[in-house]
């Protein structure tokens, strides 16, 4: 309520807020969490056992993913690194390895024995490990800070089949 006082200024008041009475009942129970049965890198060491070699996990039906395997391939002369589809049952195996979800296609994996890089970074990382320039490139593209790397990643992967379409099946 405002009361006028005589130097002209206003006075308010505020009344205490109105209370309501309101009761619900709350039915809901969670389930205790449970811990992931499996080992996953254990599970998939075995893909490490008589090759070191990273693996690149890619979309198998992504143009853009396919034109990428087909380039490293045509550029890593010496063979440095391994493909596998994100689809396959080994790319499910290898994306749990990598803490993902088995039907993650987001981004494209890069799966070393000891450690997984995803989205610019495995780019970054499969730099690194091609022929000239591109090592020098990668080291370059580093001092990019990562949030403008991965926002300008997630802008092309999240519009990947409409650019570049998509195959009914994996081509590599």
């Not at 391939?73 to 990598?98: C, M, P, T």
């Not at 730099?127 to 990019?144: N, T």
């Amino acid at each position: 309520m405002a009361l006028p006082l005589s130097n002209g200024c206003i006075r308010l008041t505020l009344s205490p807020p109105a209370r309501f009475r309101h009761q619900s009942t709350i039915f809901a129970t969670l389930s205790p969490s449970r811990p992931d049965t499996v080992n996953w890198v254990e599970a998939t060491s075995s893909f490490f056992d008589q090759d070191t070699r990273p693996i690149m996990l890619f979309d198998g039906v992504c143009n853009l993913c396919n034109g990428g395997v087909r380039f490293v391939r045509n550029v890593d002369r010496n063979r440095r690194i391994r493909f596998e589809a994100l689809q396959s049952e080994s790319g499910k195996k290898l994306l749990r390895r990598s803490g993902r979800a088995p039907d993650d296609i987001s981004s494209v994996v890069l799966v070393e024995k000891d450690r997984s890089y995803i989205k610019s970074e495995a780019v970054l990382k499969i730099m690194e490990y091609l022929e000239l320039p591109f090592p020098q490139l990668a080291f370059f593209l580093q001092f990019v800070p990562l949030f403008v790397r991965d926002f300008m990643y997630d802008n092309v992967a999240n519009n990947r089949y409409a650019i570049f379409g998509y195959s009914d099946s994996c081509e590599i």
